[in-house]
């Protein structure tokens, strides 16, 4: 089964304007970690943020902030006044108590912010 | 700069070669990762060395051949590949869990760009 699911295979977003890139997640355990990774088309892969699944406040990081919504197991990244330097590949990944220290990743969302 | 440093940046290799991957973080993290990726897709998972034991393997052809020889250094040697095991490796470290926190991200290398001609 799926752990992450990204449904949002490309995304446009005007500069400056904010855009939210969905990630829903699968897990049966009560502890667990999201996390979200950038990259850009010369292949590294960017830590971005985190969020806890006891964190009861949203993650936010500079631009990025996370809207985590437990109930619906969504862990949704909004990046505000986007820049072109933002375009990119992101991707959504958890890890959990279960299986520790393996990471799932869902298959990214295109990112791209025009001029 | 990245902390996990990746050797080399590219490499091209016939179908007969060997060649080895190089991986080398500092961070003191006991968890080290091979990752395949292929355009447009997410990292697929390959190994996975916690404290310098190989934890995990995801099927992995046996043309590939990992090593853990310290706690800071990881290797994939390669030997027979195909054309299409061209992809970029991604190395990466975390902390490993040990029925503890879950905050301890991914730290990637910036990968090795492999063709096989």
């Known amino acids: 089964a799926q752990k992450i699911t990204q449904t949002q295979p490309g995304m446009f977003v005007q500069e400056k304007e904010a855009v939210t890139l969905d990630c829903t997640y699968d897990t049966s355990d009560q502890s667990y970690g999201l996390f979200w990774y950038k990259q850009p088309s010369s292949g590294e892969m960017i830590f971005l943020i985190y969020?806890?699944?006891?964190?009861?406040q949203n993650a936010t990081e500079g631009r990025y902030s996370l809207n985590f919504q437990k109930a619906r197991k969504s862990a949704n990244l909004v990046i505000s006044a986007s820049q072109l330097g933002d375009s990119a590949m992101y991707f959504c990944?958890?890890?959990?108590?279960?299986?520790?220290?393996?990471?799932?990743f869902g298959t990214g969302t295109s990112l791209t912010v025009i001029p | 700069d990245t902390e996990v440093t990746q050797t080399p940046k590219h490499l091209v290799m016939g179908m007969t070669n060997k060649k080895s991957l190089k991986c080398e973080q500092h961070m003191g993290h006991r968890a080290m990762y091979w990752y395949k990726q292929k355009a447009k897709k997410p990292p697929e998972l390959m190994f996975v060395y916690s404290y310098e034991k190989l934890s995990i393997n995801e099927s992995v052809p046996s043309r590939f051949s990992p090593e853990c020889p310290n706690s800071s250094l990881l290797n994939l040697h390669l030997h027979a590949l195909q054309p299409e095991d061209s992809a970029l490796y991604l190395c990466?470290?975390?902390?490993?869990?040990?029925?503890?926190?879950?905050?301890?991200?991914?730290?990637f290398g910036n990968g090795t760009r492999l063709t096989v001609t």
């Open positions: 990944a958890m890890r959990d108590a279960n299986t520790g220290n393996q990471f799932y």
């Open positions: 990466a470290s975390s902390l490993p869990v040990q029925g503890g926190p879950m905050d301890s991200p991914l730290h």
């Open positions: 969020q806890g699944s006891y964190d009861e």
